[in-house]
């Protein structure tokens, strides 16, 4: 079975361009994953996923193994051919969903224990637990099970629960054990501390993983405090493993994280938006529901190879959202998907041709620019 491996091929200033191997093909980094939730990335098939370039999903946990449960879903041959996707999937451990969705949430050493949203019934979720639901699943890259506080916290509280995810860390990998073409990540905490930071970057390398997630950021710090532990936590993760960033982000967010080295991101940002009728362009957000597009003949970025830039116009997708259509999701979530990939492209070539700070500015002007001026 083909070894996980990472490959760096070049660098730009901080920025890495590189390739992830895995049993189930490779990955261009840095990569933007998008979200498939339940067993879908909303809206979409998975061949349309992957032809707006995606190389690799991102599959939920407790959502998972709430409906229809991971048992289920590893009878009926994983989570791959149960949802008809036969490329890399990453499943995240499960440990964020539980303190931002599941109702009377008990945390003790041992794990965290709550009740469904869904229909009310108790569950618990542990290290053991997590990496037996990931494997069920059948995951290509796992992560370990952490726990993240929300931002703002007390500092005693964020120590608290990193040096809690640092042993849970290690019971990960104890759980994990030895398997050849799978990969298990370690997630970086400590909130926007350096110190914990760094604390929990040397527990996670004396263990040893595959890859190394930052977690516990895009939860309310903003931007700016956001980019101010990236420009230091990338530097504390080894060289040579691919770094993830969990959770982020708005096209800009993404830009600024791989400039200060990060590989890896994933977001519902343009498949939810999608479905709300906001469109992410070179031009910065276009609202499709606003009136000004109602007889506008244009599509929503001329220069865009989507279906829904292809072939129909503002005034049609300002419709279909307006009426209600199905459509209307299924054309913005494949445009934004679309325009996600194309800024990892983007950045892939500006890294590997040495132009990253000129792409970056172009890509902020182009911004600056906002939207083409009503028909
Ligand atoms: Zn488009």
């Not at 008809?84 to 451990?93: E, F, H």
Request: glycine residues 12%.
């Amino acid at each position: 079975m083909q070894r996980f491996a990472f490959n760096l091929h070049s660098r730009d200033g901080a920025a890495r361009c590189g390739t992830i191997t895995t049993s189930r093909g490779e990955i261009r980094t840095p990569a933007f994953m998008p979200v498939g939730t339940a067993g879908t990335v909303k809206a979409m098939l998975p061949g349309s996923v992957r032809e707006t370039g995606a190389d690799i999903l991102l599959g939920n946990t407790y959502h998972l193994m709430l409906r229809p449960g991971a048992e289920r879903i590893a009878g009926l041959g994983g989570l791959h051919r149960f949802m008809n996707w036969d490329r890399p999937i990453l499943t995240d451990s499960g440990g964020f969903q539980v303190m931002s969705l599941a109702d009377l949430r008990k945390l003790t050493e041992t794990g965290v224990t709550f009740r469904s949203h869904i229909d009310g019934s108790k569950h618990e979720l542990t290290p053991e637990r997590s990496m037996e639901i990931q494997r069920l699943l059948g995951s290509d890259i796992v992560m370990a099970f952490d726990e993240c506080p929300a931002l703002p916290a007390e500092g005693s509280r964020v120590a608290e629960s990193m040096r809690l995810s640092m042993r849970w860390a290690e019971r990960s990998k104890a759980a994990f054990g030895d398997r050849p073409g799978h990969a298990l990540f370690g997630i970086q905490q400590g909130g926007v501390t350096r110190e914990l930071r760094e604390e929990s970057a040397e527990a996670l390398r004396a263990i040893g993983f595959d890859g190394y997630a930052v977690g516990g950021l895009a939860v309310g710090e903003g931007q700016e405090a956001m980019f101010g532990v990236l420009d230091y936590a990338c530097d504390m993760l080894p060289d040579d493993r691919p770094r993830y960033l969990m959770g982020v982000g708005k096209p800009d967010d993404i830009v600024g994280a791989v400039k200060r080295g990060i590989d890896m991101m994933d977001c519902v940002l343009p498949s939810r938006s999608g479905r709300t009728g906001q469109a992410f362009t070179r031009r910065g957000v276009v609202n499709l529901k606003n009136a000004r597009h109602a007889d506008d003949p244009r599509p929503l970025d001329a220069e865009c190879t989507c279906p829904a830039c292809r072939s129909y116009s503002r005034a049609y997708l300002h419709h279909v959202f307006r009426a209600g259509e199905m459509i209307s999701g299924m054309l913005l979530t494949w445009h934004n998907l679309h325009y996600f990939q194309e800024i990892m492209a983007g950045m892939r070539k500006a890294i590997a041709e040495g132009a990253f700070a000129e792409w970056e500015a172009d890509f902020h002007a182009t911004r600056a620019a906002g939207d083409i001026e009503p028909a």
